[in-house]
């Protein structure tokens, strides 16, 4: 195979969120669902307060790769209507969420997931499920 046949299959005009956009979805629907302007619901209440944040970046990311109008980046008023949470807990989950590279800021009081790392967010959330439906 030549050097450009090869270039051609390692480099892809999509993100890796858009190229696996259905079994994306259909992981986060067993946590979450969107409204049409962007507002996250949670239908998991097992869910930890980081998972929460996470959880309503990965599905805003997940929802701009299907709608243009919705953006991928969440505010921390956002975020807290969407979780419940307090501003200072959001702060604190949305720092750790970025040090553990699962999230940017791109600007203050703005959140935004990092798209290749939320599939494996998503089956981290959906293991103690599996777990529980094994042990029943």
């Keep these: 195979m030549s050097l450009e046949e090869l270039k051609k299959q390692f480099f892809v005009d999509e993100d890796a969120l858009k190229a696996r956009i259905e079994p ?19 239908i998991d209440p097992s869910l930890s307060g980081k998972d929460k944040v996470r959880l309503t970046l990965a599905a805003r990311a997940i929802a701009s790769q299907l709608d243009a109008q919705i ?8 975020i807290a209507k969407y979780t ?21 800021s791109p600007e203050a009081g703005v959140y935004r997931a990092i798209p290749h790392k939320i599939e494996a967010f998503l089956d ?4 103690p499920t599996k777990a529980k439906s094994k042990k029943d």
């Design 24 to 42: 994306v979805v259909a992981k986060a629907l067993k946590h979450c669902r969107i409204d049409k302007n962007g507002q996250v619901l949670i």
């Design 71 to 78: 953006p991928a980046e969440v505010k921390v008023t956002d």
């Design 124 to 127: 981290s959330i959906s293991e």
């Design 84 to 104: 419940g949470l307090p501003a200072n807990q959001i702060r604190a989950r949305g720092k750790d969420a970025i040090e553990e590279k699962f999230a940017e």
